[in-house]
């Protein structure tokens, strides 16, 4: 199995930045691979960026690019992400998932491993 703990969410204005961060414990065949996706009310889940654990190779949804970015510190277990330029549009739930995929997918399908979330509110 597999356990993801999210922290760093919280409330900024637009324009403002945040860091998430994601620590992983469990089988490391059940998470070669490490993404973020994001929820808002009403809406459907969102993949954002993700990233492989072994090779750090990386993949971002067109909405985010340029303005996030996934890193990870192998040491620690740890997936970061960096959300720069926040918008209100970018207020949500945010969940790290796990996938013993090689390469870096943002289809939840391919996600077995979920946090809890952590909410980011960005006001104008």
């Known amino acids: 199995q597999v356990r993801l703990v999210e922290s760093g969410g919280g409330s900024v204005q637009a324009g403002g930045s945040l860091r998430l961060s994601c620590v992983a414990s469990?089988?490391?065949?059940?998470?070669?691979?490490v993404a973020w996706f994001r929820q808002a009310p009403g809406k459907e889940r969102e993949g954002l960026a993700a990233?492989?654990?072994?090779?750090?190779?990386?993949y971002y949804a067109d909405s985010v690019k340029g303005r996030f970015t996934i890193s990870q510190d192998k040491a620690q277990n740890t997936v970061y992400l960096q959300m720069t330029g926040l918008k209100p549009e970018d207020t949500a739930m945010y969940y790290c998932?796990?996938?013993?995929?090689?390469?870096?997918?943002?289809?939840?399908?391919?996600?077995?491993?979920w946090g809890q979330g952590t909410q980011v509110t960005v006001s104008s």
């Open positions: 998932a796990a996938s013993p995929l090689f390469i870096p997918s943002i289809e939840p399908g391919h996600f077995g491993f």
């Open positions: 469990g089988y490391t065949t059940n998470r070669r691979s």
């Open positions: 990233i492989t654990t072994g090779g750090g190779s990386t």
